[in-house]
Every structure is written in structure tokens, then in C-alpha cells.
Antibody, heavy 118, light 108 residues
Framework: EGQLVESGGGLIQPGGSLRLSCAVS????????MIWVRQAPGKGLEWVSI???????YYADSVKGRFTVSRDNSRNTLFLQMNSLRAEDTAVYYC????????????WGQGTMVAVSS | SYVLTQPPSVSVAPGKTARITCGGN??????VHWYQQKPGQAPVVVIY???DRPSGVPERFSGSNSGNTATLTISWVEAGDEADYYC???????????FGGGTKLTVL
């Protein structure tokens, strides 16, 4: 089924930048639809971004222009570059997989915490 | 943008049936998925494409989707079903993925 392991989270000041990584094993990142979903403390799930198998990318309005999703096919790894971070970006960030846009998200990582605070 | 509306909480006694709704404009025309999330854990899909159940999910979990409402039904509720439940769709008109606000299921 595959395994996803996120890393790169931490405490960052407002306005700062952070890059999250998601190391994938068991399936090929470039052949799947890879998603980032976040969850603020005590809140619900929020879709952040997706990269299609054909490299198209889409973003939630709340992060568009500040976050960039990418992948390294040679390392089978997904990334989320987060710039101009705000307090409201504080959340656990999950990477996950879909096999098609209308399919369920069937594989999830364990999540990495990002805290934006001065 | 497309919006999914769930009740914040549902409470049910053990052995009874819990129904969690997910409202959205013409949601019956979309592929709806339901996720269960327990504290400190990543979500897990329990129903996909409105009514399909992944292997390993008890038959007590079922789903329906029609008109403007999708419903997750949990029969013979057990204490272990206590969790947050989220519905999710792909809004193809905007290429946005949408989650409902989540419903906390409490087993009394």
C-alpha cells in the first residue's frame, strides 16, 4: 500500500519560510496524485495543495502564491515550500495520496507539526 | 467555492445507529468519501464513492448519497467508533478538494 513519512516541521517566526518533505516508499510519486492536507490545533481537515501525475498543481485560496508543491522523482519525495508564513498556517501537515482526483485519499503520512509564532 | 456542511457533533448510545450527514449543492452528483480520525492519528477512509467500504472496515459502516445530502451510517455503534468523521469531495469545477467541517461522534 505504501508509506509516507513527513519531515521538516518546526517552530518558525511569522514571515519566515519552511520546506516540508514527504518521503514515499511502496509506490511511485510521479504516477500518483499527491496531496497536502493540514489540520490546525483542535480544528478540522483543510486541503492545501495537490500535484498531479502530469505535474499540474493546484492550491487552496488560503495558501496560493505563498506555498509551492513539487516532487523529486529520483528521490521519490514530495515537497511543500511554504513562504510568508502566518500564524494561521500553524497546523499538522499531512502528505497523502490519491490515484485519481475523484478517488479517496487512501494513504496518509503521520503528519508534521508547523508552528508559526514569534 | 463548494461547501460541505456537517453537524459538529452526534451522540449515540452503544448498540444504536448513528447517522452523520454531509450537505452540499447537488452532492449526489459527486464522489463522496468519508474519513474517520481518532485523536493523534491520521485520517482513515471508511467509505468511498458514497457507499463502498474498504476491506477491513466493519459492515456496520455504510453510506448513501443523493440530492443535496450524503450520509454515513454506523449501525450497532461501539465505543471504539468514537472519533471525528469528515466527508470529502473533489470539486472539478475549481480543481479544489473540499472537506466538511467534521463531526465528533460521541458514544454515550
Amino acid at each position: 500500500e505504501g508509506q509516507l513519512v513527513e519531515s521538516g516541521g518546526g517552530l518558525i517566526q511569522p514571515g519566515g519560510s519552511l520546506r516540508l518533505s514527504c518521503a514515499v516508499s511502496g509506490f511511485i510519486v510521479s504516477r500518483n496524485y499527491m496531496i497536502w492536507v493540514r489540520q490546525a490545533p483542535g480544528k478540522g481537515l483543510e486541503w492545501v495543495s495537490i500535484i498531479y501525475s502530469d505535474s499540474r498543481t493546484y492550491y487552496a485560496d488560503s495558501v496560493k502564491g505563498r506555498f509551492t508543491v513539487s516532487r523529486d522523482n529520483s528521490r521519490n519525495t514530495l515537497f511543500l515550500q511554504m513562504n510568508s508564513l502566518r500564524a494561521e498556517d500553524t497546523a499538522v501537515y499531512y502528505c497523502a495520496r490519491q490515484e485519481a482526483p475523484s478517488d479517496p485519499i487512501d494513504v496518509w503520512g503521520q503528519g508534521t507539526m508547523v508552528a508559526v509564532s514569534s | 467555492s463548494y461547501v460541505l456542511t456537517q453537524p459538529p457533533s452526534v451522540s449515540v448510545a452503544p448498540g444504536k445507529t448513528a447517522r452523520i450527514t454531509c450537505g452540499g449543492n447537488n452532492i449526489g452528483t459527486k464522489s463522496v468519501h468519508w474519513y474517520q480520525q481518532k485523536p493523534g492519528q491520521a485520517p482513515v477512509v471508511v467509505i468511498y464513492f458514497g457507499s463502498d467500504r474498504p476491506s477491513g472496515v466493519p459492515e456496520r459502516f455504510s453510506g448513501s448519497n443523493s440530492g443535496n445530502t450524503a450520509t454515513l451510517t454506523i449501525s450497532w455503534v461501539e465505543a471504539g467508533d468514537e472519533a471525528d468523521y469528515y466527508c470529502q469531495v473533489w470539486d472539478s469545477s475549481s480543481d479544489h478538494w473540499v472537506f466538511g467541517g467534521g463531526t465528533k461522534l460521541t458514544v454515550l
